[in-house]
């Protein structure tokens, strides 16, 4: 093995250690929502995971900044929602959980993720 | 004092300083406790007193600091969605062409072959990188953009992965035309690949432009009843009849409709008659002749006569509306077979990332000598643009949203799409009897006097003695009794005896009328003459009522529920599909057994009495049936609840949506087999679907990478790679309209 083979190969496994680090070792950040809380789609959704009360109506505010068609749905599985988010407007989704547990928030195509954790 | 909470965009904000400048200002307003303004949403969160703020007051406080407020501004979602989409798929086609011709053109002054036609400053690597630039930093910007944004979250998609592959192909070729002479000395010939990153961008971009116009198609049947609403009603409001726009019509208004208008609202017909087609609605083909005291439905069609109506249900009350609002929310569920698409989609864009930068060492290191780098680009840039976690993504919800759609044109409402995929693996359906093989109304059939009593006076005695029951059988009797004009006295110390029947007396003559029972327990002797006249009736599915007056027994009046007409074909289609039918009564073993010999049904469950069925449901489902339960939706919901699905069957506007999984508008029962048919053709598209998804990335990631080379010097360019990925999506959805042509019923 030559040297730029050495060279290429320590600097391959370097990248596919970074990628799995940044991609998949991330920590959400997470918040705690009052009535309301505002949702910012753009590249994912910020906040992505979000705290709200049980049994409690709880208004998400999504606003769609990011223009790839990615993202133009947000469906909410277990409350039964798919809304088509209009570039840069807001939509609200009101949700009243019943019961506590995790409950996730996706686009329209299932590749972005956000999460409801209901106490 | 009541404190409101208002929301609002603000246009013009720029900068963290224009915050506080806004937060100052609103709380400046006499009666604003509390503001909030937020840069990244662009919007000002106000706490106010409603007494002494209005919107106004905001608007002009947060206006004199240089801002305009977007108060009350929340959109009109299906508008904006329209107009949002076609301007979309306007700048998709104009980047489609854009990168295809210009791709087209490099194309024809570097593939060899092609290149010795082309004129020859097209051969020219620096005019080819002058034409590849704008698609690769225009037409593919929209890449560039989501990439980035995705990276701030520390997420990856799509867009990602084509903006990695093109950028490395339009690198690298930028670089060889730029510094031809570094990579001579490395010992490869100077080629440019400036063909390959705006044919891919073109292409992509061209799947995207199908892939959206194909997925419009999916979500037709919600703007198809959407349409169905009508836009004005003709409301008769003080003598005069005036058109009002529908959603100002109130409950109680008087609606005019004329021959060939369309229904406006739900409502009862008083005055008039008509004959009305409910097809769009209810999926029922015939149309329907209604008259005074008859349920209206909106968005129906009036055909020949013309009436008025009181409107029962308005706005979102209305039929039409709940139709609209269960479809939406199917179509906003997700199915338990996606959780594994779910999960892999989740990983699938980093891993193949790191794919891809595996093949480039491999071949960087193992490659044939003299191509090493060349082919560990290439090989580079297919694994990136092959992988498509779209069609993964696409797999499931399509078919869903497709499915549900369907479904209500035909009138079968699907509550979520768990309820879509269970319907497809039931095997055994239980049918209450009454309400849902029958009409539900029983008629009297015959009156036999078993002694000196004419038959008019015996049904004189039952009317009379019926008149204060509540029983449906009851009913039939008293109906009976006034269609004969037959004068009814009134009946002293009644009594209903639950089970059994009822007791009272009748002009000083003590009565008893009821079954076998009854007369068992009065000890009201019958004949074997009489005996065998009772099992005659009941053998042919009548039920028999028993008339003791004075301790004797005076004769018999048998009553039958008409079977509906629909029964025979939809139970005949559910033995067709090999589901094993079951029909569940509160009626007698022998008249139970009949109408189920007259369907065809050979396993019946008898006298059940109602809080009896759930328990026999569940009897049925230990015997490891995936057991549906077919009602009315009303009696019947606690074994609509238990069944593995529950089909409630509607009747008129009574659409009993929450206690069924799937609810059936129209009162015909071939619907019941084509609620299964649709089920499970659905779960075959979507499992077809996923198949090839997966298929697709399991085969083509590992040919892309190159494995298939040391055995057959097979590699595939990535202009191929970029057609397999666009198709790939476009098939899945495609597959999913496939549902549309479909036939059900």
Same mark, same amino acid.
């Given at each position: 093995?030559?040297?730029?083979?050495?060279?290429?190969?320590?600097?391959?496994?370097?990248?596919?250690?970074?990628?799995?680090?940044?991609?998949?070792?991330?920590?959400?950040?997470?918040?705690?929502?009052?009535?309301?809380?505002?949702?910012t789609v753009e590249g994912g959704y910020s906040?992505n995971?979000?705290?709200?009360?049980?049994?409690?109506?709880?208004?998400?505010?999504?606003?769609?900044?990011d223009?790839?068609?990615?993202l133009?749905?947000?469906?909410?599985?277990?409350?039964?929602?798919?809304?088509?988010?209009?570039?840069?407007?807001?939509?609200?989704?009101?949700?009243?959980?019943?019961?506590?547990?995790?409950?996730?928030?996706?686009c329209?195509?299932?590749m972005f993720h956000g999460?409801?954790?209901?106490? | 004092?009541?404190?409101?909470?208002?929301? #609002?965009?603000?246009?013009?904000?720029?900068?963290?300083?224009?915050?506080?400048?806004?937060?100052?200002?609103?709380?400046?307003?006499?009666?604003?406790?509390?503001?909030?303004?937020?840069?990244?949403?662009?919007?000002?969160?106000?706490?106010?007193?409603?007494?002494?703020?209005?919107?106004?007051?905001?608007?002009?406080?947060?206006?004199?600091?240089?801002?305009?407020?977007?108060?009350?501004?929340?959109?009109?979602?299906?508008?904006?969605?329209?107009?949002?989409?076609?301007?979309?798929?306007?700048?998709?086609?104009?980047?489609?062409?854009?990168?295809?011709?210009?791709?087209?053109?490099?194309?024809?002054?570097?593939?060899?072959?092609?290149?010795?036609?082309?004129?020859?400053?097209?051969?020219?690597?620096?005019?080819?990188?002058?034409?590849?630039?704008?698609?690769?930093?225009?037409?593919?910007?929209?890449?560039?953009?989501?990439?980035?944004s995705a990276l701030k979250h520390r997420s990856a998609n799509?867009?990602?992965?084509?903006?990695?592959?093109?950028?490395?192909?339009?690198?690298?070729?930028? !670089?060889?035309? $730029?510094?031809?002479?570094?990579?001579?000395?490395?010992?490869?010939?100077?080629?440019?690949?400036?063909?390959?990153?705006?044919? $891919?961008?073109?292409?992509?971009?061209?799947? *995207?432009?199908?892939?959206?116009?194909?997925?419009?198609?999916?979500?037709?049947?919600?703007?198809?009843?959407?349409?169905?609403?009508?836009?004005?009603?003709?409301?008769? *409001?003080?003598?005069?009849?005036?058109?009002?726009?529908?959603?100002?019509?109130?409950? /109680?208004?008087?609606?005019?409709?004329?021959?060939?208008?369309? $229904?406006?609202?739900?409502? +009862?017909?008083?005055? %008039?008659?008509?004959?009305?087609?409910?097809?769009?609605?209810?999926?029922?083909?015939?149309?329907?002749?209604?008259?005074?005291?008859?349920?209206?439905?909106?968005?129906?069609?009036?055909?020949?006569?013309? #009436?008025? #109506?009181?409107?029962?249900?308005?706005?979102?009350?209305?039929?039409?509306?709940?139709?609209?609002?269960?479809?939406?929310? =199917?179509?906003?569920?997700?199915?338990?077979?996606?959780?594994?698409?779910?999960?892999?989609?989740?990983? !699938?864009?980093? &891993?193949?990332?790191?794919?891809?930068?595996?093949?480039?060492?491999?071949?960087?290191?193992? /490659?044939?000598?003299?191509?090493?780098?060349?082919?560990?680009?290439?090989?580079?840039?297919?694994?990136?643009? +092959?992988?498509?976690?779209?069609?993964? %993504?696409?797999?499931?919800?399509?078919?869903?949203?497709?499915?549900? @759609?369907?479904? =209500?044109?035909?009138?079968?409402?699907?509550?979520?799409?768990?309820?879509?995929?269970?319907?497809?693996?039931?095997?055994?359906?239980?049918?209450?009897?009454?309400?849902?093989?029958?009409?539900?109304?029983?008629?009297?059939?015959? &009156? &036999?006097?078993?002694?000196?009593?004419?038959?008019?006076?015996?049904?004189?005695?039952?009317?009379? $003695?019926?008149?204060?029951?509540?029983?449906?059988?009851?009913?039939?009797?008293?109906?009976?009794?006034?269609?004969?004009? +037959?004068?009814?006295?009134?009946?002293?110390?009644?009594?209903?005896?639950?089970?059994?029947?009822?007791?009272?007396?009748?002009?000083?003559?003590? +009565?008893?009328? @009821?079954?076998?029972?009854?007369?068992?327990?009065?000890?009201?002797?019958?004949?074997?003459?009489?005996?065998?006249?009772?099992?005659?009736?009941?053998?042919?599915?009548?039920?028999?009522?028993?008339?003791?007056?004075?301790?004797?027994?005076?004769?018999?009046?048998?009553?039958?529920?008409?079977?509906?007409?629909?029964?025979?074909?939809?139970?005949?289609?559910?033995?067709?599909?090999?589901?094993?039918?079951?029909?569940?009564?509160?009626?007698?073993?022998?008249?139970?057994?009949?109408?189920?010999?007259?369907?065809?049904?050979?396993?019946?469950?008898?006298?059940?009495?109602?809080?009896?069925?759930?328990?026999?449901?569940?009897?049925?489902?230990?015997?490891?049936?995936?057991?549906?339960?077919?009602?009315?939706?009303?009696?019947?919901?606690?074994?609509?609840? =238990?069944?593995?699905?529950?089909?409630?069957?509607?009747? /008129?506007?009574?659409?009993?949506?929450?206690?069924?999984?799937?609810?059936?508008?129209?009162?015909?029962?071939?619907?019941?087999?084509?609620?299964?048919?649709?089920?499970?053709?659905?779960?075959?598209?979507?499992?077809?679907?996923?198949?090839?998804?997966?298929?697709?990335?399991?085969?083509?990631?590992?040919?892309?990478?190159?494995?298939?080379?040391?055995?057959?010097?097979?590699?595939?360019?990535?202009?191929?790679?970029?057609?397999?990925?666009?198709?790939?999506?476009?098939?899945?959805?495609?597959?999913?309209?496939?549902?549309?042509?479909?036939?059900?019923?």
């Open positions: 093995m030559q040297l730029d083979n050495i060279i290429v190969t320590i600097i391959g496994i370097g990248v596919m250690g970074f990628i799995y680090w940044f991609f998949l070792m991330k920590k959400e950040k997470t918040v705690t929502a009052g009535d309301l809380v505002d949702i906040p995971t979000i705290v709200i009360a049980k049994g409690k109506t709880t208004t998400l505010r999504f606003t769609r900044k223009p790839s068609s990615c133009e749905e947000v469906v909410v599985p277990e409350f039964k929602i798919r809304k088509f988010l209009p570039l840069n407007q807001t939509v609200s989704v009101e949700i009243k959980p019943e019961k506590a547990g995790e409950y996730e928030f996706v329209g195509m299932n999460k409801l954790i209901v106490k | 004092m009541s404190e409101s909470k208002k929301t #609002f965009s603000i246009k013009g904000m720029h900068c963290a300083s224009c915050v506080t400048m806004l937060e100052r200002a609103l709380k400046q307003i006499d009666g604003v406790s509390q503001a909030n303004v937020n840069l990244a949403t662009e919007k000002a969160t106000v706490s106010y007193d409603p007494q002494k703020v209005t919107d106004k007051h905001l608007e002009s406080a947060v206006s004199n600091v240089g801002y305009q407020a977007m108060i009350g501004e929340e959109l009109k979602s299906e508008d904006g969605e329209q107009k949002e989409k076609q301007k979309e798929l306007k700048d998709l086609r104009v980047k489609v062409i854009v990168s295809l011709v210009l791709g087209g053109l490099i194309l024809w002054g570097s593939f060899p072959g092609l290149m010795k036609s082309a004129p020859m400053f097209l051969q020219n690597f620096w005019v080819q990188l002058f034409l590849a630039a704008p698609v690769q930093f225009w037409a593919g910007f929209g890449f560039y953009r989501a990439t980035l799509m867009d990602t992965l084509v903006a990695m592959g093109t950028t490395v192909a339009f690198g690298y070729s930028a !670089f060889v035309t $730029i510094m031809p002479s570094v990579v001579e000395r490395a010992g490869i010939e100077p080629m440019p690949y400036f063909d390959v990153s705006t044919i $891919i961008i073109g292409l992509i971009l061209l799947g *995207r432009y199908f892939e959206a116009k194909a997925k419009a198609g999916t979500s037709e049947a919600i703007k198809k009843l959407i349409g169905l609403q009508a836009k004005t009603a003709r409301v008769v *409001r003080d003598g005069k009849e005036i058109d009002l726009p529908i959603n100002e019509v109130e409950i /109680g208004d008087h609606i005019r409709v004329r021959p060939g208008e369309k $229904i406006p609202v739900d409502g +009862i017909i008083v005055e %008039g008659e008509s004959s009305i087609d409910e097809s769009m609605v209810t999926g029922e083909s015939m149309p329907a002749d209604k008259t005074k005291d008859d349920v209206v439905v909106g968005a129906t069609m009036n055909k020949t006569g013309s #009436f008025i #109506f009181k409107a029962t249900k308005v706005g979102q009350e209305t039929m039409l509306a709940q139709i609209i609002k269960l479809v939406q929310e =199917a179509q906003g569920s997700k199915a338990p077979i996606q959780r594994i698409a779910d999960l892999i989609s989740s990983y !699938f864009v980093p &891993i193949v990332i790191m794919l891809a930068v595996a093949t480039f060492v491999v071949w960087y290191n193992f /490659g044939p000598a003299d191509r090493a780098l060349l082919f560990a680009i290439l090989n580079t840039v297919a694994v990136l643009i +092959i992988a498509c976690p779209c069609a993964m %993504g696409l797999a499931t919800p399509t078919a869903i949203m497709v499915g549900t @759609g369907k479904g =209500a044109e035909h009138g079968i409402l699907i509550k979520d799409a768990e309820s879509l995929e269970t319907a497809h693996k039931i095997n055994t359906i239980v049918f209450d009897k009454t309400g849902t093989l029958t009409v539900g109304k029983p008629e009297v059939t015959d &009156i &036999i006097s078993v002694n000196h009593l004419k038959s008019e006076e015996l049904l004189r005695l039952a009317a009379s $003695i019926e008149k204060g029951s509540e029983h449906s059988l009851a009913e039939a009797i008293v109906k009976k009794a006034e269609e004969e004009k +037959i004068a009814i006295s009134k009946a002293e110390s009644f009594q209903a005896i639950p089970g059994h029947g009822v007791e009272g007396n009748v002009d000083g003559v003590k +009565i008893f009328f @009821g079954n076998r029972r009854l007369m068992e327990r009065e000890k009201v002797t019958i004949t074997d003459e009489q005996n065998n006249q009772i099992i005659k009736l009941e053998n042919d599915g009548k039920t028999v009522m028993m008339l003791a007056a004075n301790g004797a027994l005076s004769g018999l009046i048998a009553v039958a529920d008409i079977i509906k007409d629909t029964a025979k074909d939809g139970l005949a289609a559910l033995k067709a599909l090999g589901i094993e039918v079951v029909m569940i009564t509160g009626d007698n073993q022998r008249t139970a057994a009949a109408i189920g010999a007259k369907l065809g049904i050979t396993r019946v469950l008898a006298e059940v009495l109602p809080d009896q069925k759930e328990a026999e449901v569940k009897k049925i489902q230990a015997e490891g049936k995936v057991v549906a339960m077919v009602g009315d939706g009303i009696n019947d919901a606690p074994a609509l609840a =238990a069944a593995d699905v529950g089909i409630a069957m509607g009747s /008129g506007t009574d659409v009993a949506i929450e206690a069924a999984d799937i609810t059936l508008i129209n009162k015909d029962l071939r619907s019941v087999a084509a609620a299964v048919v649709l089920s499970k053709k659905t779960m075959r598209t979507i499992k077809m679907n996923l198949f090839w998804a997966f298929a697709y990335n399991i085969i083509l990631i590992p040919v892309a990478m190159g494995v298939l080379y040391p055995f057959f010097q097979l590699l595939l360019s990535p202009i191929f790679a970029s057609v397999a990925m666009a198709t790939s999506s476009i098939s899945v959805v495609a597959n999913s309209l496939l549902l549309k042509r479909k036939n059900i019923i």
